[in-house]
Nanobody, 128 residues
Framework: QVQLVESGGGLVQAGGSLRLSCAAS????????MGWFRQVTGKERVFVAG????????LYADSVKGRFTISRDNAKNTMYLQMNSLKPEDTAVYYC?????????????????????WGQGTQVTVSS
């Protein structure tokens, strides 16, 4: 059974930092791009950041560029999202996602429907 499990969410003050982790089990995603999305209640799930299977290419939403950093450790089958300078508008449930793969090197999908596996989400709340 394939599982993606997020951790690292919580409550933080504006300007603070959090590091999210996404641990995969049941299969390896070494040849699959992965991504982070977030969703606010009543709104659509939106792309935050994505990373190619090699880690050599990353993609960010404009709203998080320069503040968030996505990375992955294929040996540990784990992806990360380092979030700095957090703002109240970053408050959301954060989901990790993985494509089934394989995809050409450098491909990083941004649309939710391009991803096949999803975690259960972790809440991030940024207070002002």
């Amino acid at each position: 059974q394939v599982q993606l499990v997020e951790s690292g969410g919580g409550l933080v003050q504006a300007g603070g930092s959090l590091r999210l982790s996404c641990a995969a089990s049941g299969r390896t995603f070494n040849n699959s791009p992965m991504g982070w999305f977030r969703q606010v209640t009543g709104k659509e799930r939106v792309f935050v950041a994505g990373i190619s299977w090699s880690g050599g290419r990353t993609l960010y939403a404009d709203s998080v560029k320069g503040r968030f950093t996505i990375s992955r450790d294929n040996a540990k089958n784990t992806m990360y999202l380092q979030m700095n300078s957090l703002k109240p508008e970053d408050t959301a449930v954060y989901y990790c996602a993985a494509d089934h793969g394989p995809l050409p090197i450098g491909v990083v999908p941004a649309a939710p429907n391009r991803y096949d596996y999803w975690g259960q989400g972790t809440q991030v709340t940024v207070s002002s």
